[in-house]
């Protein structure tokens, strides 16, 4: 089974008991499906001497995990991902399934470039939209506060016009 995870890949890891860890794979067992992680399933091997010059003792030091457990992280977006693959150049390569930047250092340098104008021509879009929305809402401010200024003028004319016909409700009750 070909693996989708390589050597000097960042992973994240998803279940175990190093869950949410992340590091660098320093080696990858393809033939029994497990990557050996920086920093993560530390095991603790008891060292017995070899010789009287050796010294024993306790050695910590990490131990294979299987490769289902981990997800690569993407050089880009910085978040865990699953693994396509798409032809770059004539030459097959790893891709974000996320952002669709390469996984594959060759190829790296290429998508970041594509990504970051994307990123940029969004992050333009979306300052003109804030611009123009805050001019938007600062007209529509203007309007309302000229509207409640009228209609509080308008508005205690009302109530004592109501109030006067309470007190002739009132009063005609009074004289049946």
Known sequence: MKMTIKNGDTVYVIT???K?????????????NKVLVENVNIVTKHKKPKS???????VKKPAPIDAS???????VC?????V?????NGKKARVCKKCGASLDKEFVKQTKKEAKKTATKANKEEIIKKAESTVKSASKADKPAEKKASAEKK???????GAKTTKKSTTAKESK
């Open 16 to 18: 175990g008991k190093d």
């Open 20 to 32: 949410g860890k992340t590091g660098k794979v320093s080696a990858v067992y393809s033939d029994k």
């Open 52 to 58: 009287q010059q050796d010294k024993g003792g306790i």
């Open 69 to 75: 457990n981990v997800m690569v992280v993407c050089p």
């Open 78 to 82: 910085n978040k865990a991902t699953r």
């Open 84 to 88: 396509a693959h798409k032809e770059i």
């Open 155 to 161: 508005a205690p004319a009302k109530k004592s016009e």
